[in-house]
T-cell receptor, first 113, second 111 residues
């Protein structure tokens, strides 16, 4: 995931607009990726995942794009709502059967009413 | 409903004391994980277990230990707490790599 020093990257988006959160992953051998959402005072919550044999996967209001060439992952949230305000983490995994995840440092998304 | 719980939710301790953080899940998951979360570092893996009596070190395991005597519990012990171990600790459990369900976290302060 992205190394961003001591401060989280932040993104502010007007309610109803679309948001894009980016993540650069570190291991070219990673073959599985997950996006998590973490609200204040809570544990991370699974949003969507994608395997390395895919470039795009869609869920409800969310789309994950994977560019293996540049080791980049993005999460698109459509028609953002106040409840989307949270910190978003990408996580990568190498090899099915090795269940460990490596997490990025996260991006704080703030939805402006 | 099945769930994962952590206790205590908040803990203040002194340098040098032994501290144990509890994690309990009722999903009957084989895989359990402990992470610490610090600003600028995201979630870092401390220890993990793939089943009863199995434990493995993560990337930041120094000063921590775990034991897995049953499926439901993976307690995390700080042998001699240090100020550098002030953090928020998360436990997670799952069956496969796309299933890591996280607990609510324990905020530990070491004075």
């Amino acid at each position: 995931g992205e190394s961003v020093g001591l401060h989280l990257p932040t993104l502010s988006v007007q309610e109803g607009d679309n948001s894009i959160i980016n993540c650069a992953y570190s291991n070219s051998a990673s073959d599985y990726f997950i996006w998590y959402k973490q609200e204040s005072g809570k544990g991370p919550q699974f949003i969507i995942d994608i395997r390395s044999n895919m470039d795009k996967r869609q869920g409800q209001r969310v789309t994950v794009l994977l560019n293996k060439t540049v080791k980049h992952l993005s999460l698109q949230i459509a028609a953002t709502q106040p409840g989307d305000s949270a910190v978003y983490f990408c996580a990568e995994n190498v090899n099915f059967g090795n269940e460990k995840l490596t997490f990025g440092t996260g991006t704080r998304l703030t939805i402006i009413p | 409903d099945a769930e994962i719980t952590q206790s205590p939710r908040h803990k203040i301790t002194e340098t040098g004391r032994q501290v144990t953080l509890a994690c309990h899940q009722t999903w009957n998951h084989n895989n359990m994980f402990w992470y610490r979360q610090d600003l600028g570092h995201g979630l870092r893996l401390i220890h993990y277990s793939y089943g009863v009596h199995d434990t493995n070190k993560g990337e930041v395991s120094d000063g921590y230990s775990v034991s897995r005597s049953n499926t439901e519990d993976l307690p995390l012990t700080l042998e001699s707490a240090a100020s550098s171990q002030t953090s928020v600790y998360f436990c997670a459990s799952g069956r496969e790599r796309n299933e890591q369900f996280f607990g609510p976290g324990t905020r530990l302060t070491v004075l």
